[in-house]
T-cell receptor, first 114, second 112 residues
Framework: DQQVKQNSPSLSVQEGRISILNCDYT??????FLWYKKYPAEGPTFLIS?????DKNEDGRFTVFLNKSAKHLSLHIVPSQPGDSAVYFC?????????????FGRGTSLIVHP | DVKVTQSSRYLVKRTGEKVFLECVQD?????MFWYRQDPGLGLRLIYF???????EKGDIPEGYSVSREKKERFSLILESASTNQTSMYLC???????????FGPGTRLTVL
């Protein structure tokens, strides 16, 4: 039973346009959300996060939106660049033993065409 | 910069062998994690550890065990490797309050 769902396995976007990656979760105990980016043959790297007390967090070209009532978050990349081509994992975390433990989605492969 | 290293990038083992995957982090993080990544299944948590000698089961612990004798080192053990354990194994570490996870480069394990 998937608690974190990324329903689009892949997304193709033209360079310069907006990329929107979506993520849905089911467990209302999750209160901290993150996006990670993964290139082939490398480990995932942290991209951006958002706490459940916010609905938006922005870092340069990357913005994460959180809709708690819908249990939905999205990552916007504007403008998209070919170097953004990677697999993006959404993670939802809940507090356990004093630390946040994440549950990851299955990932969305983003391809940005020049 | 946080550095998480894994002992091997590629490993080939035979069914029934005992396999050790080692992970070392250099940022004095409290928490360490082992995941496996499979196509279409994303990252699945095998085990994690809050502190030395402490371990907690993740979502798919069957067939695996772990050891954390020192804070910087977290080992994943496959007591008797099976072909369905062929996968990419990723180690990560983190610390409160941010709990951002820092990942190693991964070990691609093939069990024949």
């Amino acid at each position: 039973d998937q608690q974190v769902k990324q329903n689009s396995p892949s997304l193709s976007v033209q360079e310069g346009r907006i990329s929107i990656l979506n993520c849905d979760y089911t467990n209302s105990m999750f209160d901290y959300f993150l996006w990670y980016k993964k290139y082939p043959a490398e480990g995932p790297t942290f991209l951006i996060s958002i706490s459940s007390i916010k609905d938006k967090n922005e870092d340069g070209r990357f913005t994460v939106f959180l809709n708690k009532s819908a249990k939905h978050l999205s990552l916007h990349i504007v403008p998209s660049q070919p170097g953004d081509s990677a697999v993006y994992f959404c993670a939802a975390s809940r507090l356990s033993g004093g630390s946040y433990i994440p549950t990851f989605g299955r990932g969305t492969s983003l391809i940005v065409h020049p | 910069d946080v550095k998480v290293t894994q002992s091997s990038r590629y490993l080939v083992k035979r069914t029934g062998e005992k396999v050790f995957l080692e992970c070392v982090q250099d940022m004095d993080h409290e928490n360490m994690f082992w995941y496996r990544q499979d196509p279409g299944l994303g990252l699945r948590l095998i085990y994690f550890s809050y502190d030395v000698k402490m371990k907690e089961k993740g979502d798919i612990p069957e067939g695996y065990s772990v050891s954390r004798e020192k804070k910087e080192r977290f080992s994943l053990i496959l007591e008797s490797a099976s072909t369905n354990q062929t996968s990419m194994y990723l180690c990560a570490s983190s610390s409160p309050p941010s709990d951002t996870q820092y990942f190693g480069p991964g070990t691609r394990l093939t069990v024949l």
